[in-house]
């Protein structure tokens, strides 16, 4: 996972940089970000935050580390081509899917809606929309000014929160309402910073609405049965 990513990476920006492109933009990860065990929970997450590395070695988080150093080496290869690079970071993508399969970060959702998850877990995520992210990516390109790495979230949620919202919208589901560890306290959302790309007119899709939005591109893609008249009844009424 790791030697391809930092591989790969490189020889794009040396591509980049042998046909004189205007600007790379780089699609990183909040994994090259957060995973840092030493940083005070209080402490503001932003472009600033970078993880471990032992961290990420010692916990075989093999794709928070290969995420990382593709970054480091895409700003050392840009710095010694004499490339302008903008990186982005984007947290977990939902909304509308493009492809007919269901990825990694969607299944995250689909798994509280087909009964294969009966409880949810004691943990935090970070969201973002998938149309933001696309969005994130062409402001980067073409604004002259932008420049370093752009923290690209909206939400923060802990994971009952996320039960609840879809409960919510889509009532006719399986969806789980314990939570698999009940002797430890409530983690708490971190904090973070989006105001990088705010400034540069970026407005974020409320987490609510991707959930929606993704809810129903699962039901159109044939991964969700969709619901009865009535059961769409009782959706409204709730």
Not at 5 to 24: H, M, Y
Not at 31 to 44: I, N
Not at 175 to 191: A, G, H, L, N
Request: glycine share 4%; with cysteine; charged share 25%.
């Amino acid at each position: 996972m790791v030697e391809p990513a930092v591989i790969g990476t490189k020889n794009v920006i040396t591509a980049a940089a042998e046909a004189n492109v205007r600007r790379v933009v780089f699609t990183s990860s909040i994994g090259a970000v957060y995973m840092d065990p030493s940083r005070d929970p209080e402490k503001v997450v932003d472009e600033t935050c970078w993880s471990d590395p032992e961290f990420c070695k010692n916990t075989k988080n093999w794709y928070c580390y290969g995420k990382m150093v593709a970054e480091q080496a895409a700003w050392d290869e840009a710095r010694e081509k004499g490339v302008d690079l903008v990186a982005i970071n984007p947290v977990l993508v939902l909304g509308p899917l493009l492809q007919k399969t269901v990825n990694a970060s969607v299944l995250h959702i689909l798994k509280y809606l087909t009964g294969s998850a009966k409880t949810y877990a004691n943990s935090v995520q970070a969201y973002v929309h998938v149309k933001d992210v696309a969005l994130a990516h062409i402001l980067l390109y073409e604004t002259p000014s932008a420049s370093g790495r752009y923290l690209c979230a909206e939400s923060v949620l802990h994971r009952g929160d996320i039960v609840e919202i879809l409960a919510k919208f889509f009532p006719e589901y399986p969806i789980p309402t314990k939570c698999s560890d009940v002797t430890k306290p409530r983690v708490k959302p971190y904090k973070f910073s989006n105001q990088k790309l705010k400034d540069l007119g970026l407005e974020f899709t409320p987490v609510k609405q991707c959930l929606y939005e993704t809810v129903k591109s699962l039901q159109e893609k044939g991964h969700l049965p969709i619901p009865t008249q009535k059961d769409e009844i009782i959706r409204i009424q709730t």
